[in-house]
């Protein structure tokens, strides 16, 4: 099933096109919390997933509607940005690392200043809680050019610099971040789709220099555009959510009954 059927039917409540959005896209979202919410356990992490799909569904699906629905990447960013402000109740400020200054917009934008894209994205990555492995798979990087983009790190966050796991070492400090950047957009900021664009080589060299140019100075956009990659690399790493997760995630939700039962009443009356 495509997916804009998926969504489509997933609107309608059907069950069907509900087993096919909670096995794709569970999975890139329990991967999400645990670098953002890395005090969940799996557990934990399940029932804020649960949580998020069952508000999606909520007064007629009316969340559900209103994510981007042209593209699927596009649509599981927004998804991303709804699941962690749902599960940002779990987040304590009192357990966030105090071995490093916690980031803060400020901060953060003044390590970026002057940084070209692609260090802004790598330093921006290890921030939110990547492993040097993972934040290389996600920008597609090689080693060195990840050290280069590491190198402002130097100073004050060797903390986060050479940690082989996933998962933001202030989670609270960095969802205030992340609240102040998707706040901040102005009319300047390209449209998500642009990046989209840019990222499957689909622009000319003029529009990719233009939003470039705008991103290194923008924390809303390059925000997006980091949520982006992340997003592209999970959906083509995670395999599926396997069945009995889906149903049990599935119980909660308003998805209408399989035509099962009716099949097989008539089965019974005609044979
Ligand atoms: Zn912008």
Not at 109 to 138: C, M, N, R, W
Not at 240 to 246: E, G, Q, R, T, Y
Request: overall charge neutral.
């Amino acid at each position: 099933m495509t997916f804009h059927k998926t969504l489509a039917g997933c609107e309608e409540g059907s069950r069907a096109a509900w087993q096919g959005f909670v096995a794709s896209y569970t999975p890139t979202l329990l991967r999400l919390l645990s670098v953002y919410a890395p005090a969940c356990n799996e557990e934990r992490q399940k029932q804020v997933c649960q949580e998020s799909l069952r508000l999606l569904c909520a007064d007629n699906f009316r969340r559900l509607r209103t994510l981007d629905h042209q593209s699927e990447r596009e649509c599981i960013v927004h998804l991303r940005a709804f699941l962690l402000e749902t599960g940002a109740n779990q987040l304590d400020p009192a357990a966030d690392n105090r071995n490093a200054p916690e980031p803060t917009p400020d901060t953060v934008k003044d390590l970026l200043k002057g940084l070209p894209l692609i260090h802004q994205l790598v330093l921006f990555l290890k921030l939110a809680g990547y492993s040097d492995g993972t934040l290389e798979g996600i920008l597609r990087i090689t080693p060195t050019v990840a050290q280069s983009g590491l190198q402002r790190l130097q100073q004050k966050y060797t903390v986060i610099l050479k940690r082989e796991r996933d998962g933001g070492l202030w989670p609270a400090a960095w969802m205030n971040l992340l609240r102040h950047a998707w706040a901040g957009g102005s009319d300047a900021c390209p449209h998500l789709r642009q990046f989209t664009r840019i990222l499957d080589g689909q622009t000319g060299w003029n529009e990719k220099e233009s939003a470039e140019k705008h991103t290194v100075g923008c924390l809303h956009c390059l925000e997006r555009w980091a949520a982006l990659r992340e997003v592209t690399h999970w959906l083509g790493v995670m395999p599926p959510l396997p069945a009995d997760h889906v149903d049990v995630l599935l119980s909660d939700l308003p998805v209408k009954a399989e035509p099962r039962a009716r099949t097989s009443l008539l089965k019974w009356m005609f044979g």
